[in-house]
């Protein structure tokens, strides 16, 4: 069989053989389509949000094989796309992601931008700009505690999580979003290393 020459042609194949492989989905994704777009877009380091502007572009050969990859992985490991590609989106800010931390899912993601789905006005906080101390509890990737920090321009952000190795996640996410001045990493159960700090709003999506 000829191998496909454009993104469409690689993105009908790459959907059967998700289908057929009877993968479960659920990481920012509920169907194969979106599935193999994500992996596609993301894999090649194109716009995720821009499928209709690369369908019929042609692919290169490494691009292909780059894309063949992604999906065996994806079939034969039957890992997270967002394990496979490091990348994971929330409101459609990317953030680092592997397998040290739980791939990031909150609709607290969909409060804190409330204003920005459903219009100016529906803040998930009438006075954003008032907020100055911010707790995000099992920050893991560190994805709240960043969104927070966006939303919440004025306030310091303290986040916590007993992993070390989530933490280190939670950490380039930071770097990369050049948030370090204002978001606080501590390692420790919950609370614990917080001692006692007051705040003007507490975030929690713990793992499941």
């Known amino acids: ?18 289908d057929a492989a009877e993968l479960s989905y659920g990481h920012g994704t ?23 502007k690369f369908i019929d572009k042609k692919l290169t050969p ?16 039957r890992k997270p796309a967002s394990y496979l590609v490091g990348r994971a989106y929330i409101q459609g800010i990317p953030f680092k ?32 700009k008032k907020l100055k101390r911010v707790a995000d509890i099992c920050t893991g990737s560190g994805c709240l505690a960043i969104l927070a920090a966006m939303i919440f321009p004025n306030a310091l952000v303290d986040a916590t999580d007993v992993s070390k190795d989530a933490l280190a996640v939670a950490k380039l996410n930071v770097s ?16 614990a290393p917080l001692k006692g700090k007051k705040y003007d ?4 999506n713990p793992p499941y």
Do not use: C
């Open 176 to 191: 990369e979003k050049k948030l370090g001045k204002r978001i606080r990493l501590h390692k420790g159960s919950l609370f």
């Open 201 to 204: 709003l507490i975030l929690a």
């Open 62 to 77: 490494m691009q292909y094989l780059r894309v063949n990859q992604l999906v065996n992985l994806r079939i034969s490991t």
């Open 97 to 128: 992601v592997d397998e040290r931390t739980i791939v990031p899912r909150s609709f607290i993601g969909e409060l804190l931008f409330s204003d920005h789905i459903v219009g100016p006005g529906a803040n998930f906080v009438p006075a954003p």
């Open 1 to 18: 069989m000829a191998k496909p020459l454009t993104f469409r042609d690689a993105l009908t194949s790459a959907v059967k053989r998700l």
């Open 30 to 52: 509920d169907n194969a389509l979106d599935e193999a777009a994500f992996l596609m877009l993301e894999g090649l380091g194109l716009p995720i949000d821009k499928l209709n």
